[in-house]
Nanobody
Framework: QVQLVESGGGLVQPGGSLRLSCAAS????????MGWYRQAPEKQRELVAV???????NYADSMKGRFTISRDNAKNTVYLQMNSLKPEDTAVYYC??????????????WGQGTQVTVSS
C-alpha cells in the first residue's frame, strides 16, 4: 500500500516560518510530480506549489517569494519551506503526488493533511 505521510504543521506567529515534509512509502516504480495544496475553512482547495521529478517548480502567485518547494528523490520526500507567514495562510495543507505504480498505471495520491495556523 502506497501512502503519503505529512509532518511539520503547527501554530506560528505572523512573520514566522514553518517547514512541511511529506514522505511517500510503499511499493511503486517512481514518483512523478509532487506538490502541496491547501484548504482554508469554507474555501476550495488551492494549489500552493508543485515540483517535477526533474526539479522544475511552479507556485501560486500569492506564495511566490515566501514559499519554497523542494524534493529529495532518494527519500521520496517533498518539502515546503514557508516564510513570512500571514494569518491568511492558515489552512490544512495537503501533499499530493503522481505515483507511477507500474509502466501501465499512475495514481494520484493525497496525504492526510496537516494543520497550519498563523496567529498571534
Amino acid at each position: 500500500q502506497v501512502q503519503l505521510v505529512e509532518s511539520g504543521g503547527g501554530l506560528v506567529q505572523p512573520g514566522g516560518s514553518l517547514r512541511l515534509s511529506c514522505a511517500a512509502s510503499g511499493s511503486f516504480l517512481r514518483i512523478n510530480a509532487m506538490g502541496w495544496y491547501r484548504q482554508a475553512p469554507e474555501k476550495q482547495r488551492e494549489l500552493v506549489a508543485v515540483v517535477t521529478s526533474g526539479g522544475s517548480t511552479n507556485y501560486a502567485d500569492s506564495m511566490k517569494g515566501r514559499f519554497t518547494i523542494s524534493r529529495d528523490n532518494a527519500k521520496n520526500t517533498v518539502y515546503l519551506q514557508m516564510n513570512s507567514l500571514k494569518p491568511e495562510d492558515t489552512a490544512v495543507y495537503y501533499c499530493n503526488a503522481d505515483v507511477q505504480m507500474s509502466i501501465w498505471s499512475m495514481r494520484p495520491l493525497w496525504g492526510q493533511g496537516t494543520q497550519v495556523t498563523v496567529s498571534s
